[in-house]
């Protein structure tokens, strides 16, 4: 960590550091013990996203948004209280403690149960992401020239009916502060793109896109990023693989062997084993909405979840994903965490209210959706980790089979069990070589048998990271968090059950 | 009346919407006569929420949120561009910010014009937006309830969780082109899953007035649901006659704007509006409309351009309608807005179908259930998804509160079965609608909701088809 906030992180009302919004953070904490609170902390951040995205036909949008606020939370006799609002005036910050007061004593009457948090010594500090070239300085006519040469070769192929690209960055800084003496500061740069094509035939449409197909992809860096997404050429491809795919076949229905690409295996990851290790889940926090898990509290060291060549970490101290930062946000000093270790499970994605009910120490994985929403456990960087050769390897070690990647649908039920994901894309795989494309894939299967299924995963060079939002909490709210794999192999997988 | 204020400061944070009327509408006016652009649109949308989430024995998040934006957007020549705030007091330099980026976008090649901004228009009157049963649901009442619920659940030797919530939003809009538009509304909405043993029940609803949800009752019922159960047994394989609760045929007709009932769509000439205009798609009694009209869910007059909303009816007497539109996508397919516009975020602005009303039938629940000799009764999907608009199939699971049917009676509870099926198909075989509407939110679209009865739908696929695909 530098001893100066870098170039791209000076901006905003809160570019001061700890010491300009010390006060701030100091009054919320200071009026939250003052009305009884055992144990409160407070994040006050300020955002700013610029996107510029174009669709075929329609004036591009080009907006800015900016956030400024921040969100109280209190423990007062072991039941929380929460409160959160835009900035206004330096009073905001006692009236947010004041609310979430209010809220904390109002539910002492609904609770049996308390919570005891255990004492823990202040954790301060400063984070800054690296972005070599900071996306908000980059001339205008720059990202026009991206997006418009993108959305030119999406549409170019015939047969596309309409296209989409983009660009995006976001800035913040967000400052937390607890009772316990934590001051901390972090400040993030992210950017991002993406392209697609959505190409139309009779009774048909067929969509590609690139480099993800949900939300495009975006990390914790500057503008090099956009520039290395190699965005008009990788239009190009999806935009005629898109045209293809209209006169592609369908796979037969049955089991095969598959080769699951990085996009694709991003997202079986964030939904069969992120979401299942989530501690607050697994203890019933999110029965209502998000659901429970098959997991038990218990199953750390005990519960085989896949074969031996599963081995996911839980790691936000990786720079460079929309899951890394140095502190969650309740403060926890973040770590490298094995989640599965050779198919078992090790450990959870936890919170310390979660953590402290099953007596463990928090994992870092207290994520929220900046000021406005309560810290929940969301995934942070969680991957898969590599394993050796490359992907050619990989698929002559199959043989016969597909090779899937890039997202079209996705549920898997409340328990984060049975699943069934559709692919915008798949390759027939004969004698080790990448044959015609398939269109309409689709696989399903049962979490522990399906990841148990899994021989072998690719190298570090075949390695993805793909960054994403995630729905959660009541009201729902987004956590920004990153996975990654490499290309990986399973057998007898269910094909063509949608 | 919106806005009354007495009591301490946290008091008056609970009763009133974010702005108010006046403050809003007089710094956005004022904001209007900065920078010259040719056309400047301003939108202050703000939501003041009150939430007591309860599980595992607990209320474990009491929350108040409040988010505010005010976003601008300006058109200079042929540029455009947005920029929002947070708060009023930097709407200024917002429209200076926007009018700055618009002008640097003018002349540029390669896109159409930007679309104008709202002119004056008088909106729907805004009657019934504001129930004081709502106001007066505040966090000591909905944690009381939410501890008697889980007392309930205990009693029966199971649990409950679940989140009561009560809400102001408002949306204030002026334009360069006269228009001067606000409205503030209470909302109150509560779901809850009671659990006993491996079997479980839900229930829901949303609107405007907090004494209409009818939260203890319907707690009692789910609890009572969950504990006659037993142990869920697997929904069988293969092709039943269904009675989907008002939740779950929420969730179905919630899709309905992805088959090409957007002007987006039928631009592009995807989709059921720009294909199968009129075609027969269901049975006549099927009426399903995009109504923020309407006395249930969440009506509201305008949208977020400042377009008094218009009643749009996606299928019409079984027949495929018409679509929703934003300014942009009118001025595209040379049609009026029917004030459908929207902002997601990390999206393109679209227009979206935000009010879905399916119209009731005349059956209650239970005569739809009585009508199925051998089938199932699902109360709850989950984790719905597009697989294919064109011909409307939707992946998802059963979640909680199903049974079998047998003899025109709930027996069994069934665990989650996954299911594949075209959300049209069954449109097409329905023959009974409820006449209770339940209405659900619709995740990340400001003010949006659905509404919906329960359907009887003779001929539904759960498991895996025979041949493995349709």
């Given at each position: 960590m530098s001893d100066e906030l870098a170039a791209a992180h000076r901006w905003g009302e809160l570019a001061g550091g700890l010491a300009g919004a010390g006060p701030l953070l100091d009054a919320a904490v200071g009026r939250a013990a003052e009305g009884g609170a055992s144990y409160a902390d407070v994040r006050l951040s300020e955002t700013q996203e610029?996107?510029?995205?174009?669709?075929?036909?329609?004036?591009?949008?080009?907006?800015?948004?900016?956030?400024?606020?921040?969100?109280?939370?209190?423990?007062?006799?072991?039941?929380?209280?929460?409160?959160?609002?835009?900035?206004?005036?330096?009073?905001?910050?006692?009236?947010?403690?004041?609310?979430?007061?209010?809220?904390?004593?109002?539910?002492?009457?609904?609770?049996?149960?308390?919570?005891?948090?255990?004492?823990?010594?202040?954790?301060?500090?400063?984070?800054?992401?690296?972005?070599?070239?900071?996306?908000?300085?980059?001339?205008?006519?720059?990202?026009?020239?991206?997006?418009?040469?993108?959305?030119?070769?999406?549409?170019?192929?015939?047969?596309?009916?309409?296209?989409?690209?983009?660009?995006?960055?976001?800035?913040?800084?967000?400052?937390?502060?607890?009772?316990?003496?934590?001051?901390?500061?972090?400040?993030?740069?992210?950017?991002?793109?993406?392209?697609?094509?959505?190409?139309?035939?009779?009774?048909?449409?067929?969509?590609?896109?690139?480099?993800n197909s949900f939300h495009g992809n975006t990390a914790a860096a500057g503008w090099e990023y956009v520039t290395g997404l190699r965005l008009p050429q990788e239009a190009a491809r999806v935009g005629a693989e898109a045209v293809q795919l209209l006169t592609a076949p369908v796979a037969e229905p049955g089991t095969a062997s598959v080769v699951i690409g990085p996009a694709q295996l991003a997202l079986q990851i964030h939904e069969s084993t992120g979401h299942a290790l989530e501690l607050d889940r697994i203890l019933g926090d999110e029965a209502n909405f998000a659901g429970r898990s098959f997991i038990g509290p218990d199953a750390a060291g005990t519960l085989r979840y896949g074969s031996a060549a599963v081995n996911v970490v839980a790691d936000a101290t990786v720079p460079g994903t929309r899951g890394s930062f140095m502190f969650d946000d309740e403060g926890t000093l973040t770590r490298r965490t094995m989640l599965i270790t050779e198919g078992l499970v090790t450990n959870f994605l936890s919170s310390r209210d979660s953590a402290a009910r099953i007596g463990t120490a928090s994992t870092a994985a207290a994520r929220s959706d900046g000021w406005g929403f309560l810290p929940l456990c969301f995934a942070t960087n969680v991957f898969l980790e590599p394993g050796a050769g490359s992907l050619d390897e990989l698929l002559d070690r199959m043989g016969d089979g597909y090779y899937i990647d890039d997202n079209k649908s996705w549920s898997i039920d409340s328990q984060r069990l049975n699943f069934q994901f559709g692919t915008e894309v798949a390759w027939e795989v004969r004698r080790g070589k990448r044959a015609r494309l398939v269109r309409d894939f689709s696989y399903g299967g049962v979490t522990p048998q399906f990841w148990g299924s899994m021989e072998a995963t690719a190298g570090p060079a075949e390695f993805r990271t793909f960054g994403m939002p995630c729905g959660k909490g009541e009201p729902k709210e987004w956590g920004f968090l990153s996975h990654g794999a490499a290309p990986s192999l399973f057998r007898n997988v269910a094909i063509g059950v949608a | 009346m919106e806005g009354d204020v007495t009591g301490d400061v946290t008091q008056q944070v609970g009763l009133r919407p974010w702005a108010g009327r006046e403050r809003a509408l007089g710094v956005l006016e004022e904001a209007l006569a900065g920078p010259a652009a040719d056309h400047v649109e301003i939108f202050l949308a703000s939501r003041v929420g009150h939430h007591t989430r309860f599980a595992a024995d607990r209320v474990h998040q009491p929350q108040t949120i409040i988010e505010c934006q005010v976003m601008v957007r300006a058109v200079a020549g042929t540029g455009s561009a947005r920029v929002a705030v947070s708060d009023l007091r930097g709407v200024a330099g917002a429209v200076a910010a926007a009018t700055d980026l618009a002008r640097r976008r003018d002349g540029r090649p390669g896109a159409p014009p930007p679309h104008g901004v709202a002119p004056a228009a008088a909106a729907r009157h805004d009657d019934?937006?504001?129930?004081?049963?709502?106001?007066?649901?505040?966090?000591?009442?909905?944690?009381?309830?939410?501890?008697?619920?889980?007392?309930?659940?205990?009693?029966?030797?199971?649990?409950?969780?679940?989140?009561?919530?009560?809400?102001?939003?408002?949306?204030?809009?002026?334009?360069?082109?006269?228009?001067?538009?606000?409205?503030?509304?209470?909302?109150?909405?509560?779901?809850?899953?009671?659990?006993?043993?491996?079997?479980?029940?839900?229930?829901?609803?949303?609107?405007?007035?907090?004494?209409?949800?009818?939260?203890?009752?319907?707690?009692?019922?789910?609890?009572?649901?969950?504990?006659?159960?037993?142990?869920?047994?697997?929904?069988?394989?293969?092709?039943?006659?269904?009675?989907?609760?008002?939740?779950?045929?929420?969730?179905?007709?919630?899709?309905?704007?992805?088959?090409?009932?957007?002007?987006?769509?039928?631009?592009?000439?995807?989709?059921?509006?720009?294909?199968?205009?009129?075609?027969?798609?269901?049975?006549?009694?099927?009426?399903?409309?995009?109504?923020?009209?309407?006395?249930?869910?969440?009506?509201?007059?305008?949208?977020?351009?400042?377009?008094?909303?218009?009643?749009?009816?996606?299928?019409?007497?079984?027949?495929?309608?018409?679509?929703?539109?934003?300014?942009?996508?009118?001025?595209?397919?040379?049609?009026?807005?029917?004030?459908?516009?929207?902002?997601?975020?990390?999206?393109?602005?679209?227009?979206?179908?935000?009010?879905?009303?399916?119209?009731?039938?005349?059956?209650?629940?239970?005569?739809?259930?009585?009508?199925?000799?051998?089938?199932?009764?699902?109360?709850?999907?989950?984790?719905?998804?597009?697989?294919?608009?064109?011909?409307?199939?939707?992946?998802?699971?059963?979640?909680?509160?199903?049974?079998?049917?047998?003899?025109?009676?709930?027996?069994?509870?069934?665990?989650?079965?996954?299911?594949?099926?075209?959300?049209?198909?069954?449109?097409?075989?329905?023959?009974?609608?409820?006449?209770?509407?339940?209405?659900?939110?619709?995740?990340?679209?400001?003010?949006?909701?659905?509404?919906?009865?329960?359907?009887?739908?003779?001929?539904?696929?759960?498991?895996?088809?025979?041949?493995?695909?349709?």
């Open positions: 610029l996107r510029l995205y174009a669709v075929s036909g329609r004036a591009p949008d080009e907006r800015v948004e900016g956030s400024l606020g921040l969100g109280v939370r209190v423990l007062v006799d072991g039941v929380w209280g929460f409160a959160s609002l835009p900035l206004r005036e330096a009073g905001d910050a006692a009236l947010a403690a004041d609310l979430a007061l209010r809220n904390a004593r109002a539910a002492a009457a609904g609770s049996r149960e308390r919570v005891v948090l255990p004492p823990r010594a202040a954790q301060s500090g400063r984070y800054q992401t690296e972005a070599l070239i900071d996306p908000f300085a980059v001339p205008a006519a720059d990202r026009e020239r991206v997006v418009q040469d993108a959305l030119a070769a999406a549409l170019e192929p015939a047969g596309v009916l309409r296209a989409q690209a983009g660009v995006n960055a976001k800035r913040s800084h967000r400052y937390f502060a607890s009772t316990e003496g934590s001051r901390q500061e972090q400040h993030f740069v992210e950017s991002g793109g993406m392209a697609a094509a959505l190409a139309g035939g009779e009774q048909l449409v067929q969509r590609r896109s690139y480099p | 019934g937006l504001w129930r004081h049963a709502t106001i007066a649901w505040d966090e000591g009442a909905r944690s009381a309830q939410a501890g008697a619920i889980m007392e309930l659940a205990r009693g029966a030797g199971g649990t409950a969780a679940g989140v009561l919530t009560a809400a102001i939003t408002e949306l204030a809009v002026v334009t360069s082109g006269g228009q001067r538009a606000y409205a503030a509304a209470t909302e109150a909405g509560f779901s809850l899953t009671a659990r006993v043993g491996e079997a479980s029940s839900y229930a829901a609803d949303l609107g405007r007035d907090a004494s209409l949800l009818e939260v203890d009752g319907r707690a009692e019922a789910a609890v009572r649901q969950a504990a006659r159960a037993g142990v869920p047994v697997p929904v069988p394989d293969g092709v039943h006659d269904v009675v989907f609760g008002g939740l779950a045929a929420g969730e179905l007709i919630g899709f309905l704007p992805d088959f090409g009932f957007t002007a987006p769509a039928v631009e592009a000439g995807i989709g059921l509006v720009a294909a199968r205009s009129g075609a027969v798609l269901a049975p006549d009694m099927i009426t399903i409309a995009d109504d923020a009209g309407a006395a249930v869910g969440l009506p509201f007059p305008f949208d977020q351009e400042g377009t008094p909303k218009r009643r749009v009816e996606l299928i019409a007497g079984g027949r495929v309608g018409g679509a929703v539109s934003d300014l942009a996508s009118a001025a595209a397919t040379g049609g009026a807005s029917t004030g459908h516009a929207h902002i997601a975020r990390e999206s393109s602005p679209a227009p979206e179908a935000a009010n879905l009303v399916m119209a009731p039938g005349p059956a209650s629940e239970a005569e739809l259930i009585a009508g199925v000799e051998r089938g199932l009764y699902i109360q709850r999907l989950w984790y719905n998804r597009l697989v294919d608009a064109e011909a409307g199939t939707v992946v998802g699971t059963s979640r909680d509160g199903c049974f079998l049917i047998e003899d025109g009676a709930l027996t069994a509870g069934l665990a989650a079965g996954r299911f594949t099926e075209s959300v049209l198909g069954a449109l097409a075989r329905t023959d009974g609608i409820g006449s209770r509407l339940i209405t659900q939110p619709v995740p990340n679209v400001w003010n949006g909701c659905v509404s919906a009865p329960a359907i009887r739908v003779r001929g539904f696929r759960f498991g895996r088809r025979p041949e493995g695909r349709p």
